[in-house]
């Protein structure tokens, strides 16, 4: 999304999905910049933002400022009317603060609850929620929390009212065996498969939250998960790796 003819592509495909939709994007790579530009130093631990007050400003502004606009007016140029939300609007999710172990994440949240009959009551207006990776909670507490993990959890939510299709979007077609090698497609990834294909490494780095959260997403009544090029977006049966339980 952050790459403008990328994010134009993206716009132009989720624009054509039929039926209720809801975008989650991210933005780490445009806040680690603008912090950067601050003079503030970016550390990732597992994946995860060590998020300091000062750190917790500079991804409100990026992830729900610059992000949050950009996407939402391009969605308005292709006919979506989107609406551009954090966690904390209409109270759609509140969490805690990640619990500090060996490292303190700072203001790190994980998910505690989806306001479900809020989500929906909003998609049944007919207007398209855009989350920024932001959520609260209920005390005034804003926190950064990981963009998969909020499509995850919108989607276990969402399962309950519709019949949900949770889509991972990138650069590639799907889980690769070899991301060299375009022809390698894994269409059909069981839990078991993940393990394995993790354990010997062909899957690492930033698939594993998105296939974590996907895994857990299924498990909590999502009906189906795909990981897939945004290409595929507004085909009804899209090429690209299909998560199953079994
Ligand atoms: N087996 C695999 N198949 C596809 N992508 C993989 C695989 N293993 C690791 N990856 C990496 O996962 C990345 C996707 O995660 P990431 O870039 O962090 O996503 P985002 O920033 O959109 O959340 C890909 O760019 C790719 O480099
Ligand atoms: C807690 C945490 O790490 N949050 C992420 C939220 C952004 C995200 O998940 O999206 P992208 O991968 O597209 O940047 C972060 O600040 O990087």
């Keep these: ?14 624009a054509a999905i039929p039926g209720k939709k809801v975008l989650v994007h991210g933005g780490g790579r445009t806040a680690t910049d603008v912090a950067g530009r601050l003079g503030l130093e970016s550390r990732m631990v597992q994946g995860r933002r060590i998020t300091d007050a000062d750190t917790l400003d500079v991804i409100t502004m990026v992830y729900g400022g610059l992000i949050s606009r950009k996407v939402v007016a391009q969605l308005q140029a292709a006919g979506v009317n989107a609406v551009g939300l954090t966690g904390a609007d209409l109270n759609l999710i509140r969490a805690r603060k990640r619990p500090v172990g060996e490292i303190d994440w700072g203001f790190v949240g994980d998910v505690e609850s ?4 809020g989500l929906h009551a909003l998609l049944e207006t007919g207007a398209v929620p855009v989350f920024a990776a932001i959520t609260h909670d209920g005390h005034g507490q804003l926190f950064n929390t990981n963009a998969d993990t909020i499509a995850a959890e919108l989607a276990a939510a969402l399962s309950a009212y519709y019949d949900v299709t949770l889509a991972y979007c990138f650069e590639h077609p799907g889980v690769m065996r070899d991301l060299n090698d375009p022809n390698s497609l894994v269409a ?44 595929q977006l507004q085909f009804q049966q899209p090429q690209g790796t299909w998560l199953t339980e079994a």
């Excluded at 989806?114 to 009959?117: F, S, T």
């Design 188 to 231: 059909e990834l069981t839990s078991a498969r993940y393990r394995t294909l993790k354990d010997d490494g062909t899957i690492k780095e930033g698939m594993l939250p998105k296939l974590d959260n996907g895994f857990r997403a299924l498990a909590k009544g999502a009906q189906h998960v795909v990981v897939c090029k945004s290409d």
């Design 114 to 117: 989806v306001n479900g009959d």
């Design 1 to 14: 999304m952050e790459e403008p003819d990328a994010l134009q592509e993206l716009i132009a495909h989720f």
